[in-house]
C-alpha cells in the first residue's frame, strides 16, 4: 500500500474552479493506478476519474468529462484533479485512491472502488450557487 494525502479543496462560487493533488509516499508510485472518487452527503461513494502509472490512459465518469481533467507527476509522486465550471452537484468530500496493476484496465475497473488498496483522508471540496 502507499500512503496518500489530498490537498486543495475549499469553498468555490459556482462556476469556479480547484485543482486537487494527492500525494503518495510509501511505494513506487510510477506502478500504481491512481483514481479519484467523491462522496456526497447522503450517497453512496462515485467515480470521478482515474489514470494509470505514466498518464496516457485517462478515464472518466461520463458525466465529468469535458470539465475535470486528471493528470499525474511521477517525479513528484502526485496525481492532480482539474475542476472547472463546478457546481453545486460537486459538493462532496474527493478521495484519492492507489492500486497497483499490470498491464491495461477497462473503465468499469478503474472505476470499481473495491479494486483499489490505498485511500486518502479525502477532502471537502463545497461549492456555493
Known amino acids: 500500500q502507499v500512503q496518500l494525502v489530498e490537498s486543495g479543496g475549499g469553498l468555490v462560487q459556482a462556476g469556479g474552479s480547484l485543482r486537487l493533488s494527492c500525494a503518495a509516499s510509501g511505494r513506487t508510485f510510477s506502478n500504481y493506478v491512481m483514481g479519484w472518487f467523491r462522496q456526497a452527503p447522503g450517497k453512496e461513494r462515485e467515480f470521478v476519474a482515474a489514470?494509470?502509472?505514466?498518464?496516457?490512459?485517462?478515464y472518466y465518469a461520463a458525466s465529468l468529462k469535458g470539465r475535470f481533467t486528471i493528470s499525474r507527476d511521477n517525479a513528484k509522486n502526485t496525481v492532480y484533479l482539474q475542476m472547472n465550471s463546478l457546481n453545486a452537484e460537486d459538493t462532496a468530500v474527493y478521495y484519492c485512491?492507489?492500486?497497483?496493476?499490470?498491464?491495461?484496465?477497462?473503465?468499469?475497473?478503474?472505476?470499481?472502488?473495491?479494486?483499489?488498496?490505498?485511500w486518502g483522508q479525502g477532502t471537502q471540496v463545497t461549492v456555493s450557487s
Open positions: 485512491a492507489a492500486v497497483p496493476v499490470i498491464g491495461t484496465k477497462t473503465t468499469a475497473w478503474v472505476a470499481n472502488e473495491y479494486k483499489y488498496d490505498s
Open positions: 489514470i494509470n502509472w505514466s498518464g496516457g490512459s485517462t
